[in-house]
């Protein structure tokens, strides 16, 4: 089965600096990556996704690109804020596993003013 | 866009009762969705695949008789824990795929304890 695994599990930034977490899989069928923002009693959050047809897309200060090759995947955000503090998750999907998708461990992101 | 409402947010319960927690897609049919269980600190584990009309798929370990799940029409499942221990404190949370777009969207979570 699928296995995604997710680097680093805290991250620390200065607000305004950059933040970058990064994901494997080893599904070479994976075909959907999503990932979510989940803050504290909270569900998680679709924040951006992509499809394993497109390199790299971007959403303001969030971008996701995907390296299909090496099976992995990042998340980067730009100008970070205070209210980017959350845990971040990344997943992967294959089409033909009924939807179900595969979760990374988990990024705890402090953003300090 | 998307919306999925689950109730209630957070619920108490004795030792040996059930807890029924509600999910449903406000603006769209789902016919599949998913149940979700996750510790503090912890990613999301997958307990089962809720499928409308038909018996639920449960992943390895997940037992069946004591999360009970029900997906009677394309907008709600409901997930009930049976007979409910202290080590069934968690938080579920549940999600609906919208299949046009393999759109996931969650819940908000339920925070169980059970005491």
């Known amino acids: 089965g699928e296995n995604v695994e997710q680097h680093p599990s805290t991250l620390s930034v200065q607000e305004g600096d950059s933040a970058v977490i990064k994901c494997t899989y080893s599904?070479?069928?994976?075909?959907?990556f999503p990932w979510y923002k989940q803050e504290l009693g909270k569900g998680p959050q679709l924040i951006i996704d992509?499809?394993?047809?497109?390199g790299e897309k971007k959403d303001q200060r969030i971008a996701v690109t995907l390296n299909k090759t090496a099976k992995h995947f990042s998340l980067h955000i730009t100008e970070t804020q205070p209210e980017d503090s959350a845990v971040y998750f990344c997943?992967?999907?294959?089409?033909?596993?009924?939807?179900?998708?595969?979760f990374g461990a988990g990024t705890q992101v402090v953003v300090t003013p | 866009g998307a919306v999925v409402s689950q109730h209630p947010s957070w619920v108490i319960c004795k030792s040996g009762t059930s807890v029924k927690i509600e999910c449903r897609s406000l603006?769209?049919?789902?016919?599949?969705m998913f149940w979700y269980r996750q510790f503090p600190k912890q990613s999301l584990m997958l307990m089962a695949t809720?499928?409308?009309?038909?018996?639920?798929?449960?992943e390895q370990g997940v037992e069946k008789d004591k999360f009970l799940i029900n997906h009677a029409s394309l907008t709600l499942s409901t997930l009930t824990v049976t007979s409910a221990h202290p080590e069934d404190s968690s938080f579920y949370i549940c999600?609906?795929?919208?299949?046009?777009?393999?759109?996931?969207?969650f819940g908000s979570g339920t925070r169980l304890t059970v005491v």
């Open positions: 603006d769209f049919q789902a016919t599949t």
């Open positions: 997943a992967a999907m294959t089409t033909d596993s009924w939807g179900k998708l595969q």
């Open positions: 992509i499809r394993s047809n497109v």
């Open positions: 999600s609906a795929m919208d299949r046009g777009n393999y759109g996931y969207t």
């Open positions: 599904d070479s069928a994976s075909n959907y």
């Open positions: 809720s499928n409308e009309g038909s018996k639920a798929t449960y």
